[in-house]
């Protein structure tokens, strides 16, 4: 999940929406582990039926754990500034934005460079202004519009299913399967 570091209280209601849905659906949620959406977020995923420790996952472009917002399980500290969105784009297997600046619009590139699925929530910034288009020619699809946090999620998993049962589950158990969104 991608989107303002610096959100309105709309763009988190939506993000912590989203969060809760992703853990619903039996994935793990990857952010970049800041403020704003990523909080919301993680916030919402923590308040998640099914939720278990470690489902909350944030990549953060400082090499201190401690940056992390409170709901993140899982922090990792790249020390790569915005580089760090290489990584939050490559460890999710889907990305649903809401909002965003500059950054959102780089993993936005990201994203559609490495073929992931991409949906957008019509919310001010890239998300609004990408949602039903084609970033570029490269690929045949479009950034996938979602008109709410429901949708966005479900647009987002409805591929994963194969992806998911082929990975390795959490402690050994085959059946516990998690990916990141």
Known sequence: MIGDGEATSAAERLAAAVGRGIVERGCRLVTGGLGGVMAAASRGAH???????GDV???????????????VD???????????????????DAVIAIGGRAGTLSELAL???????VV?????????????????DRRCDVVLRARDAGEAVALAT????????GRAGRGGDPGSSRRGS
């Open 47 to 53: 308040r998640a039926r099914g939720y278990r420790e």
């Open 158 to 165: 409805a591929g994963l299913g194969a992806r998911r049962r």
């Open 120 to 136: 957008a929530l019509d919310v001010p910034g890239w998300s609004a202004r990408v949602a039903g288009r084609a970033i570029d």
């Open 111 to 117: 994203a559609w460079q490495l073929g992931r699925p």
């Open 74 to 92: 899982v922090a990792v500290p790249s020390g790569l500034g915005v580089a760090r969105n290489v990584l939050v784009v490559q460890a999710a």
């Open 57 to 71: 996952i944030g990549i953060l472009p400082g090499g201190d754990g401690d940056a992390a917002n409170p709901w």
